[in-house]
């Protein structure tokens, strides 16, 4: 599986961003596909997730503020945010994972940067 992901950027405190990723090679077997994030000098954490079936899932920090959704047909996956905070700044990495993976990720795209100016 290859991911691409795109969008980030520069963005003041309050606005909005929206990250898309796409998938292509061996997609028949992803299940689940979403975003982590890694802060400088931090670990790198799950922001959202979304299974084929639309269950989804946030970190307690973005619940309210960001929303995954994703095209099957397309194979591909978006982050929309909004009210972005400084402490949103990060690169984002999306991901897939197979129904019977046990990893964090079974995939990573090659990570987008976004940055929230106070």
């Known amino acids: 599986v290859q991911l691409q992901a795109s969008g980030g950027g520069l963005v003041q405190a309050g606005g909005s961003l929206r990250l898309s990723c796409a998938a292509s090679?061996?997609?028949?077997?992803?299940?689940?596909m979403g975003w982590y994030r890694q802060a400088p000098g931090k670990q790198r954490e799950l922001v959202a997730s979304i299974t084929r079936s639309s269950s989804t899932n946030y970190a307690s920090s973005v619940k309210g503020r960001f929303t995954i959704s994703r095209d099957n047909a397309k194979n591909t996956v978006s982050l929309q945010m909004y009210s972005l905070k400084p402490e949103d700044t990060a690169v984002y990495y999306c991901?897939?994972?197979?129904?019977?993976?046990?990893?964090?990720?079974?995939?990573w795209g090659q990570g987008t940067l976004v940055t929230v100016s106070s």
């Open positions: 090679g061996s997609i028949f077997s992803i299940d689940v």
């Open positions: 991901y897939t994972k197979s129904r019977a993976s046990i990893s964090r990720a079974d995939y």
